[in-house]
Nanobody, 122 residues
Framework: QVQLVESGGGLVQPGGSLVLSCTTSGIDFSASDMAWYRQAPGKERELVARITGEGQTKYTETVKGRFNISRDNAKSTVYLRMNFLKPEDTATYFC????????????????WGQGTQVTVSS
């Protein structure tokens, strides 16, 4: 059974920091790209950051320099460290294992976590 379980969300003041975690089971984690998405009320879900199995990363422009995605393959866990948080970062954050071809393996199914709420407010 595949599970992606996010944790670490909460209420934080502008300028503060949070670290989100996504612990996975049932997937070939070390070979998989992993990603964080977010969705604010009334808006479409958007990609925040993505990391390959080899550790290459990319970020949406609005979080570059503030957010950092990382992974621990031994723990099958991906992290999102968020610094200098702004009110516009308020959203539900989702962990995602996208389908695709990675490191010589093909994964046919997308998997999503249930989401964790991040609220940035004074």
């Amino acid at each position: 059974q595949v599970q992606l379980v996010e944790s670490g969300g909460g209420l934080v003041q502008p300028g503060g920091s949070l670290v989100l975690s996504c612990t996975t089971s049932g997937i070939d984690f070390s070979a998989s790209d992993m990603a964080w998405y977010r969705q604010a009320p009334g808006k479409e879900r958007e990609l925040v950051a993505r990391i390959t199995g080899e550790g290459q990363t990319k970020y949406t422009e609005t979080v570059k320099g503030r957010f950092n995605i990382s992974r621990d393959n031994a723990k099958s866990t991906v992290y999102l460290r968020m610094n200098f948080l702004k009110p516009e970062d308020t959203a539900t954050y989702f962990c995602h294992r996208p389908k695709g071809y990675y490191i010589g393996k093909f994964f046919a199914i997308d998997y999503w976590g249930q989401g964790t709420q991040v609220t940035v407010s004074s």
